[in-house]
């Protein structure tokens, strides 16, 4: 069965600090989705891609934080500088088109913690 | 605005014994509903769907959902738990006030099974 790949699994870092996490969607679909999970919360969307174009980054922190998906397949999420309260799971999905009744699929996430 | 309520942060249910998961959403339109279940440190898998149709929907692992219109809830449930099904629920909604594919995703409910 066709997965959502994220790296890393999982990253330390201390605050001030520059990370960043890669996703790579399930091949044929357009629609690429960054979420944050904050620990005993649910999911909360970041930015949303159509191929390389922003849907969607009205809750992103703009400040800080930054995506692209320059040739609209992988994407990466970067967060500069970091700070304490961006400690959570960061979750890439992915689904085939932005229109009518799709199905998100998930990767397994990546952990941060922000010491 | 659109939102998700998932009344029980925690279950505790005895293994072989039956189960409901409570969600209730708020949303403008016809919604798209979705149970998802992630299981420690791991992303989410989708459960099972409803958009349009039966409002009994059936989906992997044993589960099913009713889609409740008169009173904005969408279930989940099981006839028999397993051990394995010990995890954390999440109930999400979605549709055309929300770009049909920015899920609103409740708080979560964590089942614990007991032997």
């Known amino acids: 069965e066709a997965e959502v790949a994220q790296s890393p699994r999982y990253k330390i870092t201390e605050k001030s600090q520059a990370v960043a996490f890669w996703c790579d969607p399930i091949s044929g679909h357009a629609t690429l989705y960054w979420y944050r999970q904050i620990l005993g919360q649910g999911p909360e969307l970041l930015v949303q891609?159509?191929?390389?174009?922003?849907?969607?980054d009205s809750q992103l922190p703009k400040d800080r934080f930054s995506a692209e998906r320059l040739k609209g397949v992988d994407s990466t999420l970067k967060i500069q500088p970091a700070e304490l309260g961006d400690s959570a799971m960061y979750l890439c999905?992915?689904?085939?088109?932005?229109?009518?009744?799709?199905?998100?699929?998930f990767g397994a996430g990546s952990r941060l913690t922000v010491l | 605005a659109q939102s998700v309520t998932q009344p029980d942060i925690h279950i505790t249910v005895s293994e072989g014994a039956s189960l409901e998961l409570r969600c209730n959403y708020s949303?403008?339109?016809?919604?798209?509903l979705f149970w998802y279940v992630q299981s420690p440190g791991q992303g989410l898998q989708l459960l099972l769907k409803?958009?349009?149709?039966?409002?009994l929907v059936q989906g992997i692992k044993g589960f099913e959902a009713e889609f409740k219109r008169s009173q904005s809830s969408f279930n989940l449930r099981k006839p028999s738990v397993h051990w394995s099904d010990a995890a954390e629920y999440f109930c999400a909604v979605g549709g055309a006030n929300t770009g049909f594919q920015k899920l609103v995703f409740g708080t979560g409910t964590r089942l614990l099974v007991s032997p």
């Open positions: 891609f159509q191929d390389e174009s922003v849907v969607d």
């Open positions: 949303y403008g339109a016809t919604p798209y």
């Open positions: 409803y958009f349009s149709g039966d409002t």
């Open positions: 999905a992915s689904s085939l088109s932005t229109g009518g009744a799709n199905v998100l699929t």
